[in-house]
């Protein structure tokens, strides 16, 4: 009797390694398809990320003559609230600090003993980008409109697009502070004198602002000490006059 009890009750246990076993290997087969799909989603993420981010090709020949272009520079203050094309901010962020020479690395605007410290930052109603011209791209670091808090002067916060001029000190470690902060804004003049050429040239405003809390938006763009902001220029179409 005992015999048949033991048995049996080994049978039972028999039936439950089994279905251990099936439910082990259940897990283990999820847990493997999991494991192998993940690297292929993050890549995925990843690849949605750089499409988002990158901007459509910037136009490079053609357009306004430069002297035409020279003589209709000007500075507006008044925006219309229409919005900028992608393939303008494209073409405006290349003429700006694009590189127009990518086998040396040579941008559209000089720099301080080639230093190329100048950073683009665009801020929109979606938020603000950060310009790399090295692959023409403008990935979101803040998703927030900050326009109304890049100015002092409110007409700043009207226009659709601000850029963000900051100057990365770090690449001018062969200067004094004092030179790093004067050739920084040159620098950023003549990035933004490129960017009012182009913006006469395809019927677009602008006006260079040194009126900036600096410290309060380099709080706001999380930058590290070795970044200052320079200037802010916002971007937009005239206000047509009433």
């Known amino acids: 009797m005992a015999e048949a009890a033991a048995q049996a009750a080994a049978a039972?246990?028999?039936?439950?390694?089994?279905?251990?076993?099936?439910?082990?290997?259940?897990?283990?087969?999820?847990?493997?398809?999991?494991?192998?799909?993940?690297?292929?989603?993050?890549?995925?993420?990843?690849?949605?990320?750089?499409?988002?981010?990158?901007?459509?090709?910037?136009?490079?020949?053609?357009?306004?003559?430069?002297?035409?272009?020279?003589s209709l520079r000007c500075s507006i203050r008044l925006f219309d609230d229409k919005p900028i094309e992608e393939g303008d901010l494209s073409t405006l962020l290349w003429c700006a600090f694009g590189l127009n020479r990518p086998a040396t690395g040579g941008h559209t605007a000089p720099s301080w003993h080639g230093s190329m410290e100048t950073?683009?930052?665009?801020?929109?109603?979606?938020?603000?980008?950060?310009?790399?011209?090295?692959?023409?791209?403008?990935?979101?670091?803040?998703?927030?409109?900050?326009?109304?808090?890049?100015?002092?002067?409110?007409?700043?916060?009207?226009?659709?697009?601000?850029l963000i001029y900051v100057a990365d000190r770090a690449r001018m470690y062969k200067a004094s502070a004092e030179e790093q902060i004067q050739a920084a804004h040159v620098d950023t003049a003549i990035v933004a004198q490129n960017v009012y050429l182009y913006c006469a040239s395809v019927g677009l405003g602008t006006c260079l602002v040194s009126s900036v809390d600096k410290r309060g938006l380099a709080q706001l763009l999380k930058l590290p000490k070795s970044q200052i902001v320079t200037f802010v220029q916002p971007v937009g179409y005239p206000k047509p006059a009433v």
């Open 12 to 70: 039972v246990q028999r039936g439950v390694d089994r279905e251990n076993d099936g439910t082990m290997r259940r897990f283990t087969r999820r847990l493997f398809l999991t494991a192998a799909a993940l690297p292929i989603a993050l890549a995925s993420r990843a690849a949605s990320a750089d499409i988002a981010a990158s901007l459509p090709e910037a136009m490079r020949l053609g357009g306004m003559p430069l002297l035409e272009a020279l």
């Open 119 to 162: 950073v683009i930052y665009v801020a929109d109603g979606q938020g603000v980008r950060q310009f790399d011209p090295t692959i023409q791209a403008a990935p979101i670091v803040l998703a927030e409109d900050i326009r109304m808090r890049t100015g002092a002067e409110p007409f700043v916060g009207t226009a659709p697009v601000v």
